[in-house]
Every structure is written in C-alpha cells, then in structure tokens.
C-alpha cells in the first residue's frame, strides 16, 4: 500500500522537497490515521460547497477519482513553485514558508471566511509563477509587509504601471 508519504512525493515533489521534515511529519500524521477511501468519501460529502478542505485532500480526490483535470491542476502547481524557486533565489526562504502554508491550509467552514484557504495560497503560487514569465514584470518582495502590522501577497514592479502591490483570490469557480 502507498504511503501518504509516496503519494505526496508523486505529485508534487518540488514542494514536498523544500518543505522541513517536521512540517512533512506533522501532514504525513494528520492525514495517515484515516484511510484513502475514508478521506475520498467525506471530502465528497462537502464538495458542494468546496472542492476539498485541504490541498492534501484535493490530491487524494485527484488520485482516487484518477481525474485528469484534477492531477494536471495539482501538477500545475507543483511546477509553478519550481518555476519560482529556480528563478528567483533570493526568495526561496519566502516560497518555502508560502508552500508550508499550502499543504497545511484547512478550510472546513466558509472558504471565504478563512484567510489560510489552500485555493487562495495556490492561485498565488500559479500567478506569481505567470507574472515571472511577463517580461515586464519584476517581484521586488514577497509578503510584503504594509504599515498596518498585516501583509500583501507581492510587491512588484511594472515597466509600464511602475510599482504595485498585488493580492490574489481564489473565486471558488466550479471544476
């Protein structure tokens, strides 16, 4: 039988690579003492309302359900943090905290009332990785710290919009 371990090694290695062995332990622990197929059957009592209440759910249902879309979203993401991690070096200590953010997200009340959704943490990983691409773009700071004691998602430069401040939001649409 795979182990949760194994599992998360198959979808995204780049992420589970960079993240410390006791945050890997604590999520391998978490999600070892249900099986699969337990897990698979109450995510899908509440799909109605989300897709799943973590990332590490959403990648049971993908693997369970062996759903295409569902694998290529994941994987999506795993290569997007690849694709920022080997570009910007000097923000890998950033990247890793926001991937240890994603696979321990919850969100098993209203996904707009939960700032740690994994969705939200996701969409900032894939467009942060899209930005990356856009020549005029340069991240200047990730988590960008705001007087008022909270942060922001990037800081980035714009050769035609000069300087911006950028927050991303998943809107939940339907798969």
């Not at 693997?63 to 943090?81: G, K, L, T």
């Not at 991690?85 to 890998?92: A, D, G, N």
Request: proline share 2%.
């Amino acid at each position: 039988m795979i182990t949760m371990k194994e599992k998360l090694e198959q979808y995204i290695p780049t992420i589970i690579y960079h993240i410390d062995e006791n945050t890997l332990e604590e999520v391998y622990r978490k999600y070892s003492k249900r099986s699969y197929l337990l897990i698979y059957q109450q995510v899908k009592n509440i799909e109605s309302k989300i897709s799943a209440t973590s990332f590490v759910e959403y990648i049971i249902v993908a693997d369970f359900e062996n759903s295409n879309e569902r694998q290529h979203y994941v994987r999506e993401i795993d290569n997007a943090f690849q694709i920022l991690v080997s570009s910007y070096p000097k923000f890998i200590s950033d990247f890793k905290k926001v991937a240890a953010r994603l696979i321990n997200a919850m969100n098993t009340k209203d996904v707009f009332n939960n700032l740690l959704d994994w969705q939200n943490i996701a969409i900032e990983l894939l467009i942060t990785a899209k930005l990356w691409h856009n020549k005029g773009v340069e991240i200047k700071d990730i988590e960008y710290d705001l007087p008022n004691g909270k942060s922001i998602d990037l800081f980035v430069k714009h050769q035609e919009y000069g300087e911006l401040l950028c927050e991303f939001r998943s809107i939940h649409i339907s798969l």
